[in-house]
């Protein structure tokens, strides 16, 4: 399994925002997990929804749109695992 982190952001009070990330192997299977990496104990920051679009026959594109849940700004990753 490979594991890493794609993109890194910041997203505003109760702000969502759509992320894509391109030219992935279509062979592979890919799964998505947002953290937050600014605390702030007391309930869930973040969700996270993830599209997946065909580029081409060997590509795939995905689209993540991340939901900040708070009344304060939270920093998050974006990371992945590429399971086969």
Known sequence: MQVG???TG???PNAAQRWFTFNWNAAKQVIWNVVPTSPRPGGPQVEWEVDV???SPTAITYWI???NLTNQPVNIEAR???LN
């Open 5 to 7: 982190v794609q993109f």
């Open 10 to 12: 910041t997203l505003g």
């Open 53 to 55: 679009e065909r580029s």
């Open 65 to 67: 749109t991340i939901r």
């Open 80 to 82: 992945y695992a590429i």
